[in-house]
Structures are given as structure tokens and as C-alpha cells.
């Protein structure tokens, strides 16, 4: 039982260009959404979050879209980056445990 | 900076084998966990822990047990390794009070089990 969806499960995108990541979740009692990012052969690391009181949240080039309603939060990446080729992945959180999406694994072409 | 190690980034082992995955953190976290990493699966949680000496199931505990007899800690052991747990096993700790804390995860231990 997946409470988290992620798509796509790969991206390209042109350098320049705006990449989206959708995720949905079932569980409205989670109460925080992180989204991770994930180097070749490191650790996935914090890249922002949201809590479910606010339906947007940008940080940089990096903004996240939340629709409490629709249950779905999405990660814009604004002026993509080839620096920016990585996976993400989203996540949810209930008691301090996260729930994690499959991941999406982006390229940005230059 | 917070450090998460992990004791090894490549395993081998053999099916039948005890295995130990070592994670230590040097920040002082009370909550440790372990995760698998598998392609399309994301990262899923094994076990747990938010003090010495307790542990929490996580979603997939079959096969697997920890310990965590130090704060800064804990360990992963396969009891009898076999080929289905060939994987990316992650570690992450994390500070909390009640609400969601940030993870902070280490490099990961690939483990083949042949």
C-alpha cells in the first residue's frame, strides 16, 4: 500500500526549463510534506518543506505547491539547472515518521 | 554540519550470513532509522528508534533487527541473509520535540547478498 504517489518516474527537461514533480497522499493526517534531493552515491538530503497550513512555499528557484483539498503538492524547479540533475522525492510525515514517494530521477539536458 | 556514517558504502555477502550495518551520528539526535532504497520503491522504513534501547517496527521488519545501545548508534543486522534484501540500505537520525524534524541521511551501504 503506497500512501505516497511520485510521477514521473524520470524527467527530462532542457536547461532552462521549468521541471514539475507531482505527489499525492492519502493520509490526512499527515502533517508535514519534505521533499529530499538525492545525488549519485550520496544520501538524500532536505531540499524544502511544507506544512499543510500554506498552500505555497519558494526557495530560490525551488517552489512547492500544496492542495489540501485535492490531497496532492507538487515541486516547481524554476530555471532548471544541469547541477540540478538528481532524484527527488517527496515525502510525508505523521509522528515524526516519513512516508516516501517512489522518486523521480531528473535530467536537465544543457 | 551533521554527519551520518555508515561502517561500509559496498557488501558482499552470502545467503545464510549475519549481517551488521553500523550508523553512527554525531549531533546528538535522539530518533535514528534505518531505511531500503530500491529502484520505483522509493525509500521505505525498517525500523526505527527514538531513545537508547527502544526500537519501532517500521513498514517492512521482516528479516531485519537493530540495536541501539549508544545515542549515537545503531545498528542493523540481518539475522540470515537472503537474496531478496540485496539493496541500498540508508541510515538518517534526526532532533525532534513532537513535530516533524529534518533526516539527515548518510551514503547509503549497498549490500549484494549472492
Known amino acids: 500500500q503506497q500512501q505516497v504517489k511520485q510521477s514521473p518516474q524520470s524527467l527530462i527537461v532542457q536547461k532552462g526549463g521549468i521541471s514539475i514533480i507531482n505527489c499525492a497522499y492519502e493520509?490526512?493526517?499527515?502533517?508535514?510534506f519534505p521533499w529530499y534531493q538525492q545525488f549519485p552515491g550520496k544520501g538524500p538530503a532536505l531540499l524544502i518543506a511544507?506544512?499543510?497550513?500554506?498552500s505555497e512555499k519558494k526557495e530560490g528557484r525551488f517552489t512547492i505547491s500544496f492542495n489540501k483539498s485535492a490531497k496532492q503538492f507538487s515541486l516547481h524547479i524554476m530555471d532548471s539547472q544541469p547541477g540540478d540533475s538528481a532524484t527527488y522525492f517527496c515525502?510525508?510525515?505523521?509522528?515524526?515518521?516519513?512516508?516516501f514517494g517512489q522518486g523521480t530521477t531528473l535530467q536537465v539536458k544543457p | 554540519d551533521v554527519k551520518v556514517t555508515q561502517s561500509s558504502r559496498y557488501l558482499v555477502k552470502r545467503t545464510g550470513e549475519k549481517v551488521f550495518l553500523e550508523c553512527v551520528q554525531d549531533m546528538d539526535h535522539e530518533n535514528m532509522f534505518w531505511y531500503r532504497q530500491d529502484p520505483g520503491l522509493g525509500l521505505r522504513l525498517i525500523y526505527f528508534?527514538?531513545?537508547?534501547?527502544?526500537?519501532e517496527k517500521g513498514d517492512i521488519p521482516e528479516g531485519y533487527s537493530v540495536s541501539r545501545e549508544k545515542k549515537e548508534r545503531f545498528s542493523l543486522i540481518l539475522e540470515s541473509a537472503s537474496t531478496n534484501q540485496t539493496s541500498m540500505y540508508l541510515c538518517?537520525?534526526?532532533?525532534?520535540?513532537?513535530?516533524?524534524?529534518?533526516?539527515?541521511f548518510g551514503p547509503g551501504t549497498r549490500l549484494t547478498v549472492l
Open positions: 528508534s527514538y531513545d537508547v534501547k527502544m526500537k
Open positions: 493520509n490526512t493526517a499527515f502533517d508535514y
Open positions: 538518517a537520525s534526526s532532533q525532534t520535540s513532537g513535530g516533524a524534524g529534518t533526516q539527515y
Open positions: 515525502a510525508a510525515s505523521k509522528s515524526g515518521k516519513l512516508i
Open positions: 511544507i506544512r499543510p497550513d500554506v
